[in-house]
């Protein structure tokens, strides 16, 4: 019973917030990578300035933006 009112939680959560709930690694990815380099673009930047605590989204974050510089 718990297990379901958590589940019913969850998907409320993630429709809220507008999250597709067959999540894309890949597909997230790429979407976010190329957020970061129309942004950058858009500014005339040529990098990227990070505040990074070394916790797993500063990790993540770090990787994307990462991923973005090479391809610009």
């Known amino acids: 019973k718990m297990a379901r009112r958590y589940e019913v ?3 409320r959560i993630a429709a809220e917030l507008r ?4 999540f ?3 597909a997230e990815i790429t979407r976010r990578t190329q957020f970061l380099m129309d942004y950058a673009r858009r500014a005339g930047a ?4 990070l505040g990074i605590s070394g916790g797993v989204d500063s ?3 770090g990787r994307l933006c990462q991923l973005a510089a090479e391809q610009l």
């Open 24 to 26: 894309d690694v890949s």
């Open 19 to 22: 999250i597709d709930p067959r």
């Open 9 to 11: 939680k969850r998907h």
């Open 46 to 49: 040529g990098s990227f300035v």
């Open 59 to 61: 990790s993540v974050a």
